[in-house]
């Protein structure tokens, strides 16, 4: 798992330019399952039996946050807007890479503590990236709309835990697909399509339309969820290393959310629920009602610090989780209705 | 061309002030075979006599800091997280979500805040400050954190260095840099006998130097540094402070120093002999250890030649080469000019 991990974890790929994942997707599930990619971008594997009455999608989303060149100053300055939620708390000197024509190691433009009086606001008009390179050398490798990767070093923490960036939902990327390594063996009585989803994090357009075009009956989708930390309720966390956080919300099937925690019982985790009284803010809302409606559950992987470049999970979790999944498709999904 | 090899191995080596032992223990192994003399004093400083052709009337000594800032763990939490405070001047922008090192083992550990997600609308107005934020390292709770690690654990910034195209991004430039140029100068033939301080604790009130200054007792000093450079698109004019590009800063005042005035003029004639660039600060801004050099005993004249440096005293600081090679220059002539007045 870590090893999956570690590489999907990769600098690139965020919204919108998840093309640059396909090659590392499909390295990684190998002769697993056949692997595709549709008009959007999203990466499906294909698993199990094509005729079979029941047809399951497993969804994780491929892309990561990031930011996007927006201008280049005279100076060779870059101005960049953020992609998806990022925590611009944390942008002041931290290191990035922005993709242009080779990979540039720049630092996001700030203060020392020397001339100020305080940090003041963080404000999408500070977001200036410094590569130390002239202009022209910087208007002949980088081009608007190029992406940048806020970088962190990926980190092994005590009791199986990982830092780095993109954990979410990477880390959910690479649950499906030990989960597909699990099941690659095993006679399965459905179908189920593993959906490596793009543009979730700008507006879940990727689930949206794999969900319409493959039509599945049911779907579970795993999202990084918040995990126990100072400042953060106790009802809408789960403890790093409780195995993983099940969703249960007005939005979401009930027969499949029952399964899912039948099943997390026989494996004896210590499932952590999070109750919602409306929507998920996952890629479930969008799947929930596609088509003529998928009967949608979700399991969240517990993760510190999110939408930072030093998110946390615990890959005792991700094990978990991808055992839970393989078990629920073995037995064909939650009990028809 | 300075040895940026070595800049590397000083840089990524820890040293926050008072814990300065991993950066000693490299610039001791690489001065001993060309110094005349070196000792280590009961601050921690290291000072060095080097002969030259010639014995000078006067006493030169040239200064660097071997600290860098950082934080400490003051608390360790139920839940197996650490507090801390800041060493020296940090940003409360600098901290939050950044790698670390910590304590002489180097466990790994990242700086946590609760998730932008679930911020209040005042919340998302401020960098969440120091004392809000706690390091994870993995812990399960304050038992199983306490196996590896202890209160007074010194935290350094787990960030990579990076050499390319004429430009060094890295934490510490401030004040490696200057442990470099002391290095190189040590290394070389001197025209003149000279002393050479590697101080410690610059960052937490100019403490090492002090003492350095009392031992060596010298008549004129050159203090080596980083400075602020804020040379970026939201800073206009005089805020920028000085540029990265620009080349050797020669200082006429900060926040702690008068410098003297003559040397100031010969370390802008030296680097205008030499060819290279120089420039000075647009504000009274910072200071270092030429602050506690210049008042010592009775009195050193002092210059600061300094690299220019974007984000100093964050986990990613940004300097040119051609900048450090201009610094190096500048120090070496005006040392030499100065001893043949």
Redesign the interface.
């Known amino acids: 798992m870590k090893e999956i991990l570690k590489r999907l974890c990769a600098d690139m790929g965020i919204s919108g330019r998840e093309s640059e994942m396909l090659n590392i997707v499909r390295e990684l599930i190998g002769e697993s399952a056949y692997v595709s990619a549709d008009k959007n971008g999203n990466i499906i594997a294909s698993l199990g039996d094509m005729n079979a009455d029941k047809h399951i999608m497993i969804d994780a989303h491929i892309d990561r946050i990031g930011l996007i060149v927006t201008y280049i100053d005279d100076e060779g300055f870059i101005k960049a807007e953020n992609v998806g939620g990022i925590d611009q708390r944390t942008l002041p000197s931290s290191a990035v890479k922005v993709l242009g024509k080779e990979k540039i190691s720049g630092v996001i433009c700030t203060v020392p503590p020397h001339l100020t009086d305080g940090d003041g606001e963080p404000s999408r008009d500070r977001i200036w990236i410094d590569t130390g390179l002239s202009a022209a050398e910087v208007r002949e490798l980088v081009s608007l709309g190029d992406s940048i990767i806020v970088c962190s070093r990926y980190t092994e923490l005590l009791n199986d835990r990982v830092a780095v960036s993109a954990l979410d939902d990477r880390s959910g990327c690479a649950v499906l697909i030990n989960t597909i390594k699990l099941l690659k063996d095993r006679t399965l009585p459905c179908r189920v399509s593993f959906v490596f989803s793009v543009q979730e994090e700008t507006n879940e357009l990727g689930a949206q339309t794999a969900a319409f075009s493959l039509s599945p009956d049911e779907a579970v989708v795993i999202d990084a969820g918040f995990a126990k930390q100072e400042g953060v309720p106790d009802e809408k966390s789960g403890d790093l290393g409780c195995g993983g956080i099940i969703s249960i919300a007005p939005v979401l099937s009930k027969a499949v959310t029952d399964k899912l925690i039948d099943i997390s019982k026989r494996l004896d985790m210590k499932c952590d629920y999070e109750v919602s009284g409306s929507t998920t803010g996952t890629n479930a809302d969008k799947i929930a009602v596609s088509g003529s409606g998928v009967r949608t559950g979700v399991i969240s992987i517990p993760s510190k610090n999110m939408h930072t470049q030093t998110e946390i999970v615990s890959i005792k979790d991700m094990e978990k989780i991808s055992e839970l999944l393989a078990v629920y498709i073995t037995e064909g999904g939650a009990e028809n209705a | 061309m300075l040895d940026y090899k070595l800049l590397e191995r000083l840089c990524t080596a820890d040293g926050i002030s008072g814990q300065e032992d991993e950066v000693r223990n490299i610039i001791l192994e690489e001065i001993a075979p060309f110094a005349d003399d070196v000792r280590t004093d009961n601050s921690g400083n290291i000072l060095v006599f080097k002969k030259g052709k010639k014995t000078p009337s006067k006493k030169m000594l040239i200064s660097a800091h071997m600290d860098e800032v950082g934080f400490i763990v003051t608390y360790i ?1 139920k ?1 197996g ?1 650490l507090k801390f405070e800041a060493v020296g ?6 901290a ?4 670390v090192k910590i304590g002489k083992n180097k466990i ?11 911020l209040k609308a005042d919340e ?5 400050p120091i004392s809000s934020l ?1 390091i ?5 709770d304050r038992e ?1 954190a306490e196996k ?1 690690v202890s209160l007074g654990d010194m935290i350094a910034f ?3 260095y ?1 050499n ?4 060094i ?1 890295s934490k510490a430039i401030d004040d490696r840099f200057g442990c470099l140029v002391l290095t190189e100068l040590i290394k070389s033939e001197l025209e003149y006998d000279m002393y050479f301080s590697f101080v410690v604790q610059e960052e937490v009130g100019l403490r090492g130097s002090r003492t350095a200054a009392f031992t060596v007792d010298p008549d004129c000093a050159i203090v080596i540094e980083a400075t ?1 450079a ?6 206009e004019n005089e ?1 920028r ?1 000085c540029s ?1 590009g620009g080349g050797a800063v020669i200082t006429f005042m900060d926040r702690a120093t008068i410098y003297d005035r003559e040397y100031y003029n010969i370390g802008m004639e030296c680097a205008k002999e030499l060819g290279v660039k120089a420039q000075t600060k647009t ?1 009274i ?2 200071g270092n250890d030429a602050g506690a050099i210049h008042c010592s005993r009775g009195g050193v004249r002092t210059m600061a030649v300094s690299v220019p440096c ?9 300097a ?1 080469i051609e900048d450090m090679e201009a610094v190096y220059s500048v120090v070496k002539a005006s040392a030499e000019k100065i001893l043949s007045l």
């Open positions: 939490n839940d997280t001047g940090v940003n409360d922008s600098a939050f979500a950044k790698n790994r550990g990242v700086v946590c805040s609760k998730p932008v997600h679930l998302k107005k401020k960098y969440p706690c994870d390292i993995g812990a399960k199983e590896y787990d960030s990579p990076e390319k195209d004429g430009r991004i602020t804020s040379d970026v698109p939201f800073a805020k402070v990265a504000m801004a910072g974007r984000y100093i005293h964050s986990s990613s600081s940004l040119c």
